[in-house]
């Protein structure tokens, strides 16, 4: 079985903190994404990344940003924690192409203050 | 953008009633996949659907496309309490390097 591990699955930060989320994944995936989930918006994507040291903007990359240093994780960073970055950050991974089926973390609840 | 909708936004149901929702789409895509999300959890996927075909089963699951009208049915059968849950759909355009998720269906089965 797939599995994809996030760091944290509640998280409290203060207003201009930086905020790192860690995403690994154990399958070999190619591609690895990050998700803000928000009630009536759906999920929205931020980031992906379709190779080590690779990424690729989502609709929403403002005020974020990724690292992928190693194929099995992907990280999303927070620069400086806003109010309205409080959300459910979902993290995903897929085999071989960026819309094959997608197996995702359980999430982390961020929560900025 | 292309996105999925589905519809209705929530459904409530009898325990062992089936229960359909729907997915509309804009532009050509070159499949369709279904998930679920467990309340405060991660999505899990149910099933994908190619545009050249038109059902697929899996379990209690009947997942049916019509290309021709840009939608997409999600059947669950003999609903069980731990069919509770928000079901999305997810679209590839045949262009994009990425799919698109709807904003969901919320699904309550009552005892």
């Known amino acids: 079985d797939v599995k994809v591990t996030q760091s944290s699955r509640y998280l409290v930060k203060r207003t201009g903190e930086k905020v790192f989320l860690e995403c690994v994944q154990d399958?070999?995936?190619?591609?690895m994404f990050w998700y803000r989930q928000d009630p009536g918006l759906g999920l929205r994507l931020i980031y992906f990344?379709?190779?080590?040291?690779?990424?690729e903007k989502g609709d929403i990359p403002e005020g974020y940003s990724v690292s992928r240093e190693k194929k099995e994780r992907f990280s999303l960073i927070l620069e400086s924690a806003s109010t309205n970055q409080t959300s459910m950050y979902l993290c995903?991974?897929?085999?071989?192409?960026?819309?094959?089926?997608?197996?995702f973390g359980p999430g982390t609840r961020l929560t900025v203050l | 953008s292309q996105q999925g909708e589905e519809d209705p936004q929530a459904l409530s149901i009898q325990e062992g009633e089936n229960a359909t929702m729907n997915c509309s789409y804009k532009?050509?895509?070159?499949?369709l996949q279904w998930y679920r999300q467990n309340s405060g959890r991660g999505l899990v996927h149910l099933i994908l659907?190619?545009?050249?075909?038109r059902e697929k089963h899996s379990g209690r699951l009947r997942v049916t496309l019509d290309t021709s009208k840009k939608s997409s049915s999600l059947l669950i059968t003999a609903s069980r309490a731990a069919d509770t849950a928000s079901y999305f759909c997810?679209?590839?355009?045949?262009?994009?390097?990425?799919?698109?998720f709807g904003s969901g269906t919320r699904l309550s089965i009552r005892p």
């Open positions: 995903a991974s897929s085999f071989q192409s960026s819309t094959d089926t997608q197996y």
């Open positions: 659907i190619r545009s050249n075909e």
């Open positions: 532009t050509s895509i070159n499949n």
């Open positions: 990344s379709y190779d080590v040291k690779m990424k």
């Open positions: 997810a679209t590839d355009a045949s262009s994009a390097s990425k799919i698109i």
């Open positions: 399958m070999d995936h190619e591609n």
